[in-house]
Every structure is written in C-alpha cells, then in structure tokens.
C-alpha cells in the first residue's frame, strides 16, 4: 500500500469548511484513495472513498488530484461532533492481505465554537 | 448503522487470568479483523480471517489468539493477561470483493490489567 502523508492536527471554526489534506505521491493506478474517521473512544468510521474522480455523499467530498498524488477531504460545514481523527489511506482493495487497513497518524480535526 | 459488536466494553482483570474479548457482526461478512491502539497512537492490525477456519496475523505481533468457527463471532483470546496487553481493542469486518471495500468497526473493547 501506497504511504500517506497528513498534518498532524487541524483546527476549524464551527460551520465552516474543514479541508483535510492527504499526500500520496507513491500511489499505483490502482489504489484507492479511502478516508475514516475515529472519534474519540470509539471505532473507526468509514467516510467515503475514491479512485480518480472527485467524490460526494452524505457525510463529505473528496477532490482528488488529476495526478492522483494528492486528495483533500471536505466536511463543507463542520460541526463540533466532527472532532475527530482522520485517516486517509491509500489500498489496492481486496488485495491479496485481506482488505487489511493500515492506519497512519492521520490528523486531528479539532473543531471549535 | 453498522451490526457489529464488542464485549465487554470495559475489562479490569488482574495479571495472569484468561479472558476472551467477543466480536460478533451480524451482516454475514466473511472478513473479520482484530486491531490493536494505545491511547492517542495508531491503530494495528494484529489478526484477520478471510472466512470460517481461516485465521491469520495482521501487522503487530501479539500473544493473543483468535478463532473461526462460525461466520458471524471472532473472538480474541489471551491466555495469561499482563499489564503489556493494557489498551483497546477494535474489531472490524468487511465484505468480499468490489471496491467499495468499507470495513465496519464495532465499538471497541477497553482492556486494563493490573
């Protein structure tokens, strides 16, 4: 699986915009391009996922680069139940280790009032 | 909403028992996944099961085990407990195939022993 690299933590006014940055330059043609969420204390939380094309559901969007070796996760207005960890994580999926995720540091979105 | 469940959510137990964390999913995935994450660290994969009788380690190498008998429980055991085993533990599962790939997680197991 392709490294990602994230900013530790982030801070974001409530009701505003949250960019959430993801570099990975080392990724294939065919990995995708997944982002969790952990809120504190509990499970991970799948968010949304892409290959190549930008990507909108209920919960965010994500833009990926047209050279792939970027992507931003956008919570378009954030609220304080986003404080969370984000993980983005770049995976062939159901490759041959099983769908296994690896989790990097991601970065801590902290949401304030 | 994800159907997939942990128990016991909290655990104290002193050094040297036997426990066994429960994981159950009730939407038929055939993967299940046991991660490991200290407080404020990263999560790591320490065991996964493609399907029934199938068990495999993950990442982090871990004293503990884990069984396959039936599709929907995975449970982790540990022998003899140590305070080296103190942190929470997650269990996941996910579908095969397609690239919609999402792994669901259950509310984790908070282990502490003393």
């Known amino acids: 699986d392709a490294k990602t690299t994230q900013p530790p933590s982030m801070d974001c006014a409530e009701g505003r915009a949250a960019n959430l940055p993801c570099n990975h330059s080392t990724i294939s043609g065919n990995e995708y391009v997944y982002w969790y969420r952990q809120i504190h204390s509990q499970g991970p939380q799948y968010i949304i996922h892409?290959?190549?094309n930008n990507e909108t559901n209920e919960m965010a969007s994500l833009i990926i680069t047209e050279d792939r070796k970027s992507s931003t996760l956008i919570l378009p207005h954030a609220t304080l139940r986003d404080t969370a960890v984000y993980y983005c994580i770049v995976r062939v999926p159901n490759n041959n280790a099983g769908n296994m995720l690896t989790f990097g540091g991601g970065t801590r979105l902290m949401v304030k009032p | 909403e994800a159907d997939i469940y942990q128990t016991p959510r909290y655990l104290v137990i002193g050094t040297g028992k036997k426990i066994t964390l429960e994981c159950s999913q009730t939407m038929g995935h055939d993967k299940m996944y046991w991660y490991q994450q200290d407080p404020g660290m990263e999560l790591h994969l320490i065991h996964y099961s493609y399907g029934v009788n199938s068990t495999e380690k993950g990442d982090l190498s871990s004293e503990s085990t884990v069984s396959r008998i039936r599709t929907e429980h995975f449970p982790l055991t540990l022998e003899s407990a140590r305070p080296s085993h103190t942190s929470q533990y997650l269990c996941?599962?996910?579908?095969?195939?397609?690239?919609?790939?999402?792994?669901?997680f259950g509310p984790g197991t908070r282990l502490t022993v003393l």
């Open positions: 892409g290959l190549k």
């Open positions: 996941a599962s996910s579908e095969w195939g397609g690239s919609y790939n999402e792994q669901f």
